[in-house]
Nanobody, 120 residues
Framework: QVQLVESGGGSVQAGGSLRLSCAAS??????MGWFRQAPGKEREGVAR???????WYADSVKGRFTLSQDYTKNTLYLQMNSLKPEDTAMYYC????????????????WGQGTQVTVSS
């Protein structure tokens, strides 16, 4: 079992930046990822950190979002730069063992989410 707590969301203007944090109750060697869900849309993957430390980013955020990890704090970060209105969504942190590049519903552990709102 692992508990995940997200923070760092907020409201910014287009072009601005936010850094999301996902604090885990303990260190895991599992896949960890950020997902987002906008109203009326399905939850989608944004970025994933594989157990071998490789990363994956959705095409829509490549070059703008960056994952990082602080092992001493069991915390995963998502640095979001050059934000666009279409990035507006509830952002969730999730974790799972085994295969990493799978649909969101196959992730076992989820945080409560943090809202990101980008105005034009």
């Amino acid at each position: 079992q692992v508990q995940l707590v997200e923070s760092g969301g907020g409201s910014v203007q287009a072009g601005g930046s936010l850094r999301l944090s996902c604090a885990a109750s303990r260190y895991t060697y599992w896949c960890m990822g950020w997902f987002r869900q906008a109203p009326g849309k399905e939850r989608e993957g944004v970025a994933r950190l594989y157990s071998n430390m490789n990363t994956w980013y959705a095409d829509s955020v490549k070059g703008r979002f960056t994952l990082s990890q602080d092992y001493t704090k069991n915390t995963l970060y998502l640095q979001m730069n050059s934000l666009k209105p279409e990035d507006t969504a509830m952002y969730y942190c999730a974790a799972k063992g085994g295969a990493c590049y799978v649909p969101p519903n196959e992730y076992n552990y989820w945080g409560q989410g943090t809202q990101v709102t980008v105005s034009s």
